[in-house]
């Protein structure tokens, strides 16, 4: 019998592979914001996959900012009548969100060898690098560096 010790995961990437629930109705993700607008400054690190990890926790100003945009583009770009693409790793007291980009979706909820990586986390765990695959679109680099820059 084999005792050797598996090495552990980053606590970072053993809650990215953690279990989440989805925000399936528009009115879950509002009540999800509202949530973290409680608890803006409890030091919420937001990372867009395919840019740099942040090094600091973000302001309970950003992450407003963040929420609004973030929230904007997700209803302006998902078309649909359910919202189904945040998830959250415990809705009432979050510690750890996925975004999924609505252009970017491939097969998010449901079963696949290869699915898509978030297009946004949001994480109390300082971020570790997640290797995407796809090409981070210029329109997105741009909406990103936008929120930042008004």
């Not at 990437?13 to 989440?20: A, Q």
């Not at 926790?57 to 078309?79: G, V």
Request: net charge negative.
């Amino acid at each position: 019998m084999n005792h050797s010790a598996q090495p552990s995961l980053d606590p970072f990437y053993e809650k990215f592979k953690g279990s989440f629930s989805s925000c399936l109705r528009w009115e879950d993700l509002d009540d999800l914001w509202e949530t973290l607008r409680q608890h803006a400054d409890n030091g919420w690190y937001i990372y867009a996959i395919g840019e740099n990890t942040p090094v600091k926790p973000a302001t309970a100003t950003e992450l407003e900012t963040f929420i609004s945009e973030i929230d904007s583009l997700l209803h302006r770009e998902h078309e649909e009548d359910y919202c189904g693409i945040v998830y959250a790793d415990n809705k009432t007291e979050p510690s750890f969100i996925k975004i999924y980009d609505p252009n970017n979706l491939g097969v998010s909820c449901g079963f696949s060898d290869d699915p898509p990586l978030p297009g946004w986390i949001l994480s109390l765990l300082a971020p570790k690098p997640l290797e995407d695959k796809s090409v981070l679109t210029a329109q997105r680099k741009r909406w990103w560096q936008n929120i930042w820059n008004k």
